[in-house]
């Protein structure tokens, strides 16, 4: 019997074991890729007109050639003398100066502004968050945009979500991965953890084992 126990022991002794190492293990995965940056070096982001898009289109002088108007899921609109010109991809200036160009044959000397008063942006520039976030998104770009910015429009994380194995995926430097930890910057208001985002960055916010 007490040739029993001693087996059960060293059973248990070594189960323990396992779990340590395995938590342990789990604790190493969070740190498998470089901390993100906390600034980057980016040059100074220009918008770009993307699909969906709200656009106010200002013809000086010409009230009746003004137009209020949503970039089509084909990247194109349509406005009075102007039909299917190419706005996504655009600056609101490089559009302005194209729809200047089209009315130029039949108005004398058009001035045309362009402003964007709903914003999408292209596919390339929006940061996308996915994974344990409470509203898995898109959202567009902004100058000096952080991932603090971007967690609080995306709720948050679930009460599932492992946020300080989340990962950054950089678009701008070919899918190279950062780590993040959200649950210290979210959970604990740990400022440090904040860092800032680039066009086309991915977050992905795995699942919690524990």
């Known amino acids: 019997m007490k040739r029993f126990h001693i087996r059960v022991r060293s059973l248990a002794t070594g189960a323990a074991a396992l779990v340590a ?51 089509r899921p084909d990247g194109r609109i349509s406005v009075p003398l102007v039909e299917d010109v190419m706005a996504a991809g655009k600056s609101p200036a490089e559009l302005a100066k194209e729809v200047e160009q089209t009315l130029s044959r039949v108005v004398r000397d058009p001035a045309v502004t362009v402003i964007v008063s709903g914003f999408q942006g292209v596919y390339g520039d929006q940061i996308r968050i996915v994974g344990e976030a409470t509203r898995p998104q898109s959202v567009p770009f902004r100058q000096n945009m952080t991932i603090l910015d971007v967690m609080i429009q995306a709720g948050g994380l679930t009460d599932f979500a492992d946020g ?47």
């Open 21 to 71: 190492a395995a938590v342990l293990a789990g604790c190493a995965g969070t740190a498998r890729h470089p901390l993100a940056p906390a600034e980057t070096a980016a040059a100074e982001h220009r918008y770009r007109i993307g699909p969906l898009d709200q656009l106010n289109i200002i013809v000086w002088r010409n009230a009746e050639l003004s137009a209020n108007v949503t970039v």
């Open 164 to 210: 300080n194995a989340a990962v950054l995926v950089r678009g701008a430097e070919a899918g190279k991965q950062y780590s993040v930890r959200l649950k210290d910057l979210l959970k604990r208001g740990d400022i440090s953890a904040n860092v800032q985002v680039r066009p086309g960055d991915i977050v992905i916010v795995p699942q919690s084992w524990f």
